[in-house]
């Protein structure tokens, strides 16, 4: 197929509208780059009802979404990824290159990984190679799904992390560097507030005090 014929239908899904606005402008220019952008969620039940109703060649899905989070629009979306004739196919597109994050989007059956400091060509490219059936992920992500899928000594399932949303995850790792409340709502784009709300589920869910003993049994799990 040449350049000039190649056209893939995008959905975007991503909790901040400005991002999402700016991938639009980069990579939905139709005439110029064939992708066509079909669709845009901001949450995971959005995101399922779009999905659902455009059947769209490739989804551009962030990792952290109100929701729970992209695996559990993935879940939700099994069967439109198996479809035998027409196939929805999922690229993650996330500003986190944490491992856990990696693997459980491409367990749960995205095609690929990137992150956003991939550029617009980069991305146009990855969208139809994902269309076409390939894998793509960003150099350095690539070595996390090996690892994780060759390896015969892979460290079981983490039940107690598993209890934690993605956003909750992403709370405790900074949390476990250090981070200030503030810091991590600025780097979060989410406010104060909700840190504390992520903190205080964190600690709920894990049977943990304070901040010193989250920091302790996130570093024994080398998620620092």
């Not at 980069?26 to 949450?43: H, L, P, Q, S, Y």
């Not at 962030?62 to 929701?67: A, E, I, T």
């Not at 198996?82 to 491992?99: G, I, K, Q, T």
């Not at 989250?214 to 570093?219: F, G, I, V």
């Amino acid at each position: 197929m040449s350049e000039e014929q190649r056209r893939a239908r995008v959905v975007l899904v991503d909790d901040h509208r400005m991002f999402r606005t700016g991938v639009r402008a980069e990579i939905g220019r139709t005439e110029e780059t064939g992708v066509e952008v079909v669709g845009e969620a901001a949450d995971v039940d959005q995101a399922v009802s779009v999905i659902a109703a455009t059947r769209p060649d490739v989804v551009l899905l962030d990792v952290h979404l109100p929701g729970g989070g992209g695996v559990e629009v993935l879940r939700r979306s099994a069967a439109l990824t198996a479809d035998p004739e027409r196939p929805v196919r999922f690229l993650a597109l996330s500003v986190s290159d944490a491992a856990e994050d990696v693997i459980g989007v491409i367990r749960g059956g995205a095609r690929g990984y990137v992150t956003k400091t991939i550029t617009g060509a980069d991305l146009v490219d990855a969208v139809f190679r994902v269309a076409e059936g390939d894998a793509v992920f960003s150099p350095r992500l690539a070595g996390f799904v090996l690892d994780a899928f060759a390896s015969t000594d892979a460290p079981p399932v983490d039940e107690d992390l598993d209890r934690l949303t993605q956003r909750e995850r992403e709370v405790l790792r900074l949390i476990a560097r250090g981070y200030a409340y503030k810091e991590i709502a600025k780097q979060l784009f989410i406010s104060v507030k909700t840190v504390e709300s992520h903190v205080s589920a964190v600690l709920r869910k894990l049977q943990l005090s304070n901040r010193h003993e989250l920091t302790r049994w996130a570093t024994a799990r080398r998620l620092v």
